[in-house]
């Protein structure tokens, strides 16, 4: 079946360590997107990708970095600059065919804790 | 003041009942509007896809825009346990040059429990 793996589905950050969340997809989309998601705030974009070797920040974007070196890939690291990295975070993919280049397909989410 | 804002509840309601989700925006540039289902630890998934105003239904479930009052509403008829979830609602508009990148704008979901 197609769709978007994340792994892990669990993880804990120490202090002063950068940790990556893993993303791939088999949905040949070419966009892809990873969201933040804090209870009661919806999700916010913190970098998207609309081709291979090419990504623009969100609206929160200090503190990650991403690589889109394979179609299929978008690796999310949030560096040791994030203060606040626990949050739910989510990995998306769309198709860029007009009128519609939204997000329309989520992965399961990986829940990033402090240690 | 958030662009989208969204009762976030929580809503709980008794089954077969009707259920009335809706949110409201401030960017009168928001064109496509979507609605989506999250249950507990799972990621959204896409109920309702909707472009400029009007109706859209599907089954169980009725999406309404008004764009002249900037407000939009997901409609559960003869609501189930199953539909027990947070419901977000979603926007975006074109970008600059009228090319979208696909950033959507959520609302801050409406957590709905359907008890038998």
């Known amino acids: 079946d197609g769709g978007i793996t994340q792994s892990p589905k669990y993880l804990f950050r120490k202090e002063g360590q950068n940790v990556t969340l893993s993303c791939e997809q088999n949905?040949?989309?070419?966009?892809m997107y990873w969201y933040r998601q804090d209870p009661g705030q919806g999700l916010r974009l913190i970098y998207y990708?609309?081709?291979?070797?090419?990504?623009q920040k969100g609206d929160i974007a200090e503190g990650y970095s991403v690589s889109r070196e394979k179609k299929e890939s978008f690796p999310l690291t949030v560096t040791s600059a994030q203060k606040n990295p626990t949050a739910f975070y989510l990995c998306a993919s769309s198709t860029p065919d007009r009128p519609s280049n939204q997000p329309q397909h989520f992965g399961d989410g990986t829940r990033l804790s402090i240690l | 003041q958030k662009e989208v804002e969204q009762d976030p509840g929580p809503l709980s309601v008794p089954e077969g009942a009707i259920v009335s989700l809706n949110c409201t925006y401030s960017?009168?540039?928001?064109?496509?509007f979507m609605w989506y289902r999250q249950y507990s630890r799972k990621g959204p998934e896409l109920l309702m896809y909707?472009?400029?105003?009007g109706n859209k239904e599907d089954g169980r479930f009725t999406a309404q825009v008004d764009k002249s009052s900037k407000y939009i509403s997901l409609f559960i008829r003869d609501s189930q346990p199953s539909d027990s979830a947070t419901y977000l609602c979603?926007?975006?508009?074109f970008g600059a040059g009228g090319t979208s990148y696909g950033k959507l704008t959520f609302g801050q979901g409406t957590i709905l429990t359907v008890h038998p």
């Open positions: 909707t472009y400029s105003s």
């Open positions: 960017n009168s540039a928001f064109q496509y």
């Open positions: 949905l040949n989309h070419d966009a």
């Open positions: 979603a926007m975006s508009a």
């Open positions: 990708s609309q081709i291979v070797n090419d990504f």
